[in-house]
């Protein structure tokens, strides 16, 4: 784990909150993560809705951190979203309120950002489609600098056929922008990818008798937890918390098992958003299983401790 050898470890979270992306910002927030800013996206809700969302869940538990607005389309496909999911606000329809302050552009920040740091020390965390990830790789002249890339997104077969969660070979993320996934797995930056094939893994998933846990703790981050967990278990049995992976893939790599590779998107028809895994070495590194105990202690242990 990077923060027990010592080591402070810079990163730039770049997300569409989305319910699994709130209960991984509210354990970020509780690690030693120097969490240098915030760049939302269109994705679980339109990029405004996003941006409030983010601001909302900082204002609840008294943090002060650098927000910046991006962007609010895909590189060339339509938005889509998923409030079916997260309810019309994206945050399970809770009434946390933000306060009124500026935020930023996206693209403006991350110049900003690597401008005044050094090469190999911000890392990105990106946990909605990719699209401020490829224009920053696209347009940045400074986007070298960066350490590395850690992201959720994609099923990719490697271990094990695992279906889509969009189509029957998409994941969300890929499926909303599959140019700007192809554009980051395709540039010079090491990349660790955890898609699917770990995140729906059963014994990960919380559980009413882990949300119910979750109710009788004390502390800001379980109290919000468990209030925007409150609308997926008023639906379904279990929720996957797909983006605390990635997470949990930065702090503690040794919890996965890897496999290095090249890969590749396919962007349109019925394959849109499709991983095309070539097996041979490449500057991707993704997770094909995970030690399920670990995790969810990680998760457990992530949200007591605000």
């Known amino acids: 784990m990077f923060v027990e050898e010592g080591f402070i470890v810079k990163v730039i979270l770049d997300m569409d909150p989305g319910i699994d992306d709130a209960i991984a910002l509210l354990i970020a927030l509780n690690t030693k993560l120097k969490i240098v800013g915030i760049t939302t996206v269109s994705g679980n809700v339109d990029v405004n809705q996003a941006t409030y969302n983010t601001l909302r869940l900082l204002d609840a538990v008294d943090e002060k951190i650098t927000v910046a607005k991006g962007a609010d389309k895909p590189l060339f496909k339509r938005p889509i979203h998923s409030t079916h999911i ?62 590395k890339i850690v992201l959720m997104g994609g099923v990719y077969g490697i271990n094990r056929k695992v279906r889509g969660n969009v189509t029957p070979y998409a994941e969300f993320n890929f499926y909303c922008d599959p140019e700007a996934a192809d554009i980051v797995f395709n540039s010079n930056i090491k990349v660790d990818a955890v898609g699917l094939d770990v995140t729906i893994n059963s014994k990960c998933a919380i559980t009413k008798m882990a949300y119910d846990a979750i109710g009788r703790s004390r502390g800001k981050s379980v109290n919000i937890a468990h209030t925007i967990l409150s609308y997926p278990f008023s639906r379904y049995k279990v929720f996957h ?53 670990s995790f969810v202690r990680f998760v457990m242990n992530g949200l007591r401790q605000h």
């Open 86 to 147: 997260h309810g019309k606000d994206g945050l399970g329809n809770c009434n946390l309120k933000a306060k009124n302050r500026s935020v930023i552009d996206a693209q403006k920040f991350f110049h900003d950002i690597l401008s005044t740091h050094k090469r190999k020390e911000i890392n990105i965390l990106a946990t909605g489609p990719l699209t401020n990830i490829a224009l920053l790789l696209d347009k940045e002249p400074l986007a070298y600098k960066l350490n």
């Open 241 to 293: 918390l797909h983006d605390v992976f990635a997470l949990a893939r930065l702090l503690h790599p040794n919890m996965f098992k890897t496999t290095n590779c090249q890969v590749s998107i396919d962007k349109f028809g019925k394959m849109r958003g499709r991983c095309v895994v070539t097996l041979k070495r490449g500057n991707v590194n993704v997770c094909s299983d995970v030690n399920a105990q």
